[in-house]
């Protein structure tokens, strides 16, 4: 690994430097961090954002396709959503008593997400993953959760953490250990891999009449399999759990809906956030009024699930998606978005490709000459942000993303893998100039 003598992001580097002092793991969201990237090449703090693009506390112009973990779906900084924004602030952030906010989306949620036909609101996804697994179990009487893919940080969560992979005797999830967690839930969270129904089916017969829920993320970059959905939603039934989609990233994006909307398979309950506001916080738990009801005798209460400004923001998101007919517009940038990148792989003899879904395509990578995926996803990312382009090859395209963006993105992708080339043919070490990008966590689908 080359040193960095000379970098473009010296106040990043220098406030994540005072952060580490400041604060427990330098950030609020493992996501965030630096090593998630390439540090040392990759901007870490911007101070302002717009549309497609964010600058960075060295003044350097970023195009974004990393959108706050696809919180943002409009695009930085939408009018729209900002106007309705301030409009409240002015009218009051929080009210000592209730706002009609509150029905005005409950109203919008139903009419759009087939499962939804009474609402819980939070201000994030991991506490409303972890609200709806209270009500599940209120209502069941029963204690565990058999889940799929990553719900937050919650100690009904990260419990299962107590188990082990009898594969190879480590967590199931890498890089989140169960420190903090009470070792008495242990054994009442427990995971099972994305496509395995016969392991759900296991699990459930091993713990019959024990199991309050099945959570899963329906999908995430690849387009899920409706039998496979369908055949989850019947063994759930069958085992008189509630069936539990978390709908905190592919909401919104595929369909205002959710996935259960555009695949048209409904859900006992399910989970948003993220997307539903375009970055103000807001969550969101909704089901069936029979599910739902109960939970009007468990106490589930927080002054700021209810605050004006992310139902405001939510309010205004769901509008501006309806009016410019997001779906297709989704559909058809993606499909543009994923030949463009495509064709500029084609001009390489490496194995690499742009798959998934038309709203959250990725760059995957098969064999790099033996040498290790992460030190390749590592140079790619760092030789993309060298030009401009922050990503850590996921993208979130949002609704303020042009052709340009796109035209730009191919071509620093095509001289990317121009080095990505030559450092295979090379001794790769002396192309990658920061420490090697590490995921934070394994998930249980794709």
């Not at 992979?165 to 839930?185: K, T």
Request: charged share 20%; with cysteine; proline share 4%.
């Amino acid at each position: 690994m080359k040193s960095n003598k000379k970098s473009k992001i010296s106040n990043s580097l220098r406030l994540y430097k005072k952060a580490g002092e400041l604060i427990p793991g330098h950030t609020q969201l493992i996501s965030r961090r630096s090593s998630q990237f390439a540090h040392g090449v990759n901007p870490i703090y911007a101070s302002k954002s717009e549309g497609s693009r964010f600058v960075d506390v060295d003044g350097n112009n970023y195009l974004d396709w990393v959108n706050a973990v696809s919180a943002i779906i409009l695009g930085h900084s939408n009018s729209e959503v900002n106007e309705a924004v301030k409009l409240q602030i002015d009218q009051g952030s929080i009210f000592t008593v209730n706002s009609p906010l509150e029905i005005e989306l409950a109203e919008l949620l139903v009419e759009h997400i087939p499962s939804a036909e009474m609402v819980r609101y939070t201000k994030g996804g991991g506490e409303a993953c972890a609200l709806a697994v209270r009500i599940a179990r209120g209502v069941t009487g029963k204690d565990k959760v058999v889940f799929s893919g990553y719900h937050g940080w919650h100690d009904w969560y990260q419990s299962a953490n107590y188990l082990t992979n009898p594969n190879d005797g480590e967590y199931p999830f890498a890089g989140i250990e169960p420190i903090g967690i009470p070792r008495v839930l242990s054994g009442t969270a427990i995971p099972f891999s994305y496509g395995d129904l016969e392991q759900l089916e296991f699990i459930l017969n091993n713990n019959k009449n024990e199991v309050a829920a099945v959570m899963l993320e329906p999908m995430r970059s690849n387009y899920p399999d409706k039998n496979y959905l369908r055949k989850i939603k019947e063994i759930t039934k069958e085992n008189n759990a509630i069936l539990i989609f978390d709908e905190v990233t592919s909401g919104w994006r595929i369909s205002i809906g959710g996935v259960q909307k555009a695949l048209n398979i409904t859900p006992d309950m399910s989970v948003f956030s993220k997307a539903m506001s375009n970055g103000y916080p807001m969550g969101a738990v909704v089901g069936s009024t029979e599910i739902m009801a109960p939970a009007e005798r468990m106490f589930i209460s927080s002054s700021y699930w209810s605050d004006n400004i992310g139902l405001a923001a939510s309010v205004a998101t769901i509008k501006f998606l309806n009016k410019n007919r997001s779906e297709k517009w989704f559909r058809d940038y993606g499909t543009t978005f994923k030949e463009k990148l495509n064709e500029v792989c084609d001009d390489f003899d490496l194995e690499v490709n742009c798959a998934g879904t038309e709203s959250s395509p990725y760059i995957s990578f098969g064999n790099m000459g033996g040498h290790d995926l992460k030190m390749a996803r590592t140079l790619c990312i760092q030789e993309m942000a060298k030009r401009g382009i922050h990503t850590n090859l996921n993208f979130h395209p949002t609704m303020a993303h042009s052709d340009k963006d796109i035209k730009e993105t191919a071509s620093a992708l095509f001289e990317t893998l121009k080095v990505l080339e030559k450092a295979i043919n090379s001794n790769f070490e002396n192309f990658v100039e920061t420490p090697v990008s590490n995921d934070p966590f394994r998930r249980l689908v794709n």
